[in-house]
């Protein structure tokens, strides 16, 4: 059976997360019920991470194995078909090894995080990033971001439902700009790691947004990673502003499928 990679971008918000579920929404679910449409023994897929209900992707990656060869392009657009009216679209797909697969063989994830200071409510950006409706400062946020950088014991900062086997992980980039946006200011949040575990972008988000607004100092930040315990973690960060956007892997496998999908669509 030939396998087929597949970029994927969604909108979080009518889901109840990226995996599939007996009784709710997914995104899986949406993918798979589209493939299956086109191949009624698709097995199903697997993809490079899990995110948790309300959360984004932009380059979210899955694999799949279909019954027949297709050429990319043509069943990124015949999946793409299947899953109208549902806010999610495959963006890429190339044909891949058989033994390449879309958790076990990447090497990097990167997550954005999207934070709006502004006292009016959000209009256009509802539901796609946090809103807070006092004012931040960046530089201690940075300040407190770089106690977070490199390889720690992370347990402060993740969830107690983790499945991971180990709380060890190393966080390769933690970088936070801001920008102005009408009525407020933007505060973006970028992350790679090789992996990340079970809400600790949104609890490092969390944490930094008490920093900004004075109520934490930025060595509090190092207080807390070094206290090894999830009760010195600050407040979790809701998940509309959190988006899957990449991940790296030896070779990228959209570096062909990508060009040439777009000269397909000109």
Known sequence: MPRYALKVEYHGAPF????????????QGAIEDALRRI???HPGIAAAGRTDAGVHATAQVAHCDLARS????RLSEAVNYHLKPLPVAITAAAEVAPDWHARFSAIRRDYTFRLIARRAP?????????????????V?????ARHLVGHHDFTTFRSTLCQAASPLKTLDRLDIEESAVPGGRLFTFRLSARSFLHNQVRSFVGTLERVGAGAWAPRDVATALAAGDRAACGPVSPPEGLYLTGVGYPGD???DAQQSQAEAKL
Request: proline share 14%; no cysteine; hydrophobic share 40%.
């Open 39 to 41: 191949d009624p023994d």
């Open 140 to 144: 201690p946020m940075q300040e407190g």
């Open 70 to 73: 297709w050429d990319p392009f």
């Open 253 to 255: 496998p959209f570096a």
């Open 16 to 27: 109840a997360g990226w995996q599939r579920q007996k009784d709710q929404p997914s995104v």
């Open 122 to 138: 959000l209009v256009h950006e509802k539901g796609l990033a946090w809103q807070v409706r006092h004012p931040l400062a960046l």
